[in-house]
């Protein structure tokens, strides 16, 4: 039988991205070290991420023609309210607009798109 990647796997992820995330920010943060360090800090969450869209890619794979289809209309519902929404950010901060946050933390707000776009997208197949 084939090794499946299951939902439970990616959402367990997830909340690996997240520690991960907070953790390295944390540790930018308070650590003052040479460059290298900083980095290979810097890399740990990138490297959780890449796990999370390697499993998803699998888990993909492995489901029928209409769960696909929900997953890459979701997808798309995510990047077009994302896109449009950093770039918005981006260019308020290039101007100088000061925001409770970095750019850096758009990262939790593509989650939360892609947890909202597949939700969109779940319904209209209902």
Request: aromatic letters at 14%; glycine letters at 6%; proline letters at 2%.
């Amino acid at each position: 039988m084939k090794n499946r990647v299951t939902d439970k796997a990616i959402y367990l992820t997830a909340v690996a991205m997240a520690i991960a995330w907070v953790f390295a920010a944390t540790l930018l943060g308070i650590l003052h070290t040479n460059l290298a360090v900083r980095i290979l800090i810097g890399m740990v969450p990138v490297a959780v991420l890449v796990y999370q869209v390697w499993l998803c890619f699998r888990y993909t794979l492995g489901q029928d023609e209409v769960q696909k289809r929900i997953i890459l209309e979701g997808l798309s519902i995510a990047f077009m309210i994302a896109l449009p929404v950093i770039f918005f950010v981006g260019f308020l901060m290039e101007a100088g607009v000061s925001l409770p946050f970095r750019f850096i933390d758009a990262g939790y707000f593509l989650e939360v798109m892609l947890v909202i776009g597949y939700t969109i997208a779940w319904r209209h197949y209902q």
